[in-house]
């Protein structure tokens, strides 16, 4: 396995316009995150999967965004009608976990992020 | 919001000196974790720290723990140039959330 990966790296859209971001965790992996991360600030929650299900979504997460993880593999993260505040590095990551524990006390695994500009 | 804030915002060192960084949180949590990120890239685990444990250590880099005052250390040994990066700490309260401070940056200078 080579880790969590994310597409695309890179992507500059202009105002109004969707954009959907992809993870793929770790495979044996059951719990997926999402954080955004803005120029000089640490990453900031956005939603968590545990499986296929959405426990939490983050106030930030505003009705413009939507996250999905349909098969509790792969997460998509879309965006839709792009403001310039939403401007930063989305971020996935993924840990383990033993089916019906919920608590997470481990590492998590991020991958390489997906920078967005929306001009 | 930010669960832990890190101290100091920016750090810039020679090489070969040690490097440390504290983070200060708010409740009161099950582990605390520190990350590294080097500029553009995702975040790399470095170390974790459980609330019952006070120090531990992993290689060149050493972290201690004060669940009476909040804080947590993140001491690098020996550092290199390599080592210049953002470095997070992490806290986690018992749930599936993680929460990420706003980050050091360490500048090493060879």
């Known amino acids: 396995d080579t880790g969590v990966s994310q597409d695309p790296r890179h992507k500059i859209t202009k105002r109004g316009q969707n954009v959907t971001f992809r993870c793929d965790p770790i495979?044996?992996?059951?719990?997926l995150y999402w954080y955004r991360q803005t120029l000089g600030q640490g990453p900031e929650f956005l939603t968590y999967f545990q499986n296929e299900a959405q426990l939490e979504k983050s106030r930030l997460l505003s009705d413009r965004f939507s996250a999905e993880r349909p098969k509790g593999s792969f997460s998509t993260l879309e965006i839709q009608r792009t403001e310039q505040g939403d401007s930063a590095m989305y971020l996935c990551?993924?840990?383990?976990?033993?089916?019906?524990?919920?608590?997470?006390?481990?590492?998590?695994?991020f991958g390489e992020g997906s920078r967005l500009t929306v001009l | 919001s930010q669960q832990g804030e890190e101290d100091p915002q920016a750090l810039s060192i020679q090489e070969g000196e040690n490097a440390t960084m504290n983070c200060s949180y708010k409740?009161?949590?099950?582990?605390l974790q520190w990350y590294r990120q080097n500029s553009g890239r995702g975040l790399v685990h470095l170390i974790l720290i459980r609330s019952n444990e006070r120090e531990k250590h992993s290689g060149r880099l050493r972290v201690t723990l004060d669940t009476s005052k909040k804080s947590s250390s993140l001491l690098i040994t020996a550092s290199r140039a390599a080592d210049t990066a953002s470095y997070f700490c992490a806290t986690n309260t018992g749930g599936f959330k993680t929460i990420f401070g706003a980050g050091t940056r360490l500048f090493v200078k060879a």
């Open positions: 990551a993924s840990s383990g976990g033993l089916a019906g524990i919920i608590a997470n006390t481990g590492e998590l695994f």
């Open positions: 495979s044996e992996h059951n719990r």
């Open positions: 409740t009161s949590i099950n582990n």
